[in-house]
């Protein structure tokens, strides 16, 4: 059942699913890249063409990956009230020139052809993009991130980078993240208790805003006391990140790994050039 206090069952991070599908079969340095290539496609196509084609491939991975739509159309929902925001601040503050077609006049602002048209595109853009950041947190398991992007980066050792303390950070915020919701839940909660507005009266991206501000000053200090709690406990304890580390799992790379990386790759270079 959907609660207005439920921050952890919405949060996309750690919401791993285990499937038998094909795409879970994938290396999961292979997926990382798959989802790296067509993020980066959705993020500088210039054309609505290259949207429709990231769309399209996002869909196909759903598909391929056996995964629910559902909590992609949720986080949507709830990005919606600052998404707008957004898109009228690009049609507010977009430039004028002598050839754009004028649609009208909102309380004084003018609303052009071109500015209506990025303001869509970037609505678009963020709906793939949420959609894509969803299925990478349902189809990539914490412990398959960090793993993964250790080895990705391991090239980058001959180069003296800390690749140890990043994947550390890495793995540590992925794990805080949830727990930032829990304590959102228990703020909400004591604030309703004390007489805060807390009740759901229809769609209102206003009220909703007016919402979340109270939430994030005892947010801000609770992560940092936890955060100092956490670095004292890791250095009583002699953590090194220096120090080499092993793994209990090896990954290997196969064909199908390179086939798909390589779909992945062309689509987004065909989206960059359309």
């Known amino acids: 059942m959907n609660s207005r206090f439920e921050f952890l069952g919405n949060t996309a991070i750690g919401q791993y699913i285990p499937r038998d599908s094909l795409i879970h079969c994938l290396d999961p340095r292979a997926r990382m890249l798959i989802y790296l290539a067509l993020f980066t496609g959705v993020v500088f196509t210039p054309r609505i063409s290259g949207l429709f084609l990231g769309l399209g491939m996002v869909l196909l991975l759903y598909i391929l990956a056996k995964i629910p739509v559902k909590p992609g159309w ?29 649609l009208g006049n909102v309380v004084g602002i003018i609303v052009t052809q071109r500015a209506a048209f990025n303001a869509g595109m970037l609505l678009a853009r963020f709906f793939i993009l949420i959609f894509l950041l969803n299925g990478y947190a349902m189809t990539l ?44 839940e228990k703020i909400a909660k004591a604030q309703a208790a004390r007489g805060g507005d807390w009740e759901q009266r229809g769609f209102n991206p206003i009220r909703q805003a007016k919402r979340v501000l109270p939430l994030i000053v005892p947010l801000m200090v609770n992560s ?40 992945a790759l062309l689509v987004s270079l065909l989206m960059l050039t359309l």
């Open 74 to 102: 949720q986080s949507f929902k709830r990005a919606l009230p600052f998404l707008l925001i957004l898109a009228v601040l690009q049609i507010i503050f977009g430039t004028i020139t002598h050839t754009d077609v004028i």
């Open 141 to 184: 398991s914490t412990s398959q991130v960090t793993s993964s992007l250790f080895y990705l980066l391991k090239p980058l050792e001959k180069l003296r980078f800390p690749i140890n303390d990043l994947t550390a950070v890495v793995q540590i915020t992925m794990r805080f993240l949830p727990m930032i919701a829990q304590s959102a």
């Open 224 to 263: 940092l006391k936890r955060a100092e709690t956490m670095a004292l406990a890791m250095e009583s304890r002699g953590f090194n990140a220096a120090v080499a580390r092993s793994s209990f799992y090896t990954l290997k790379f196969t064909l199908l790994d390179g086939v798909f990386l390589l779909i």
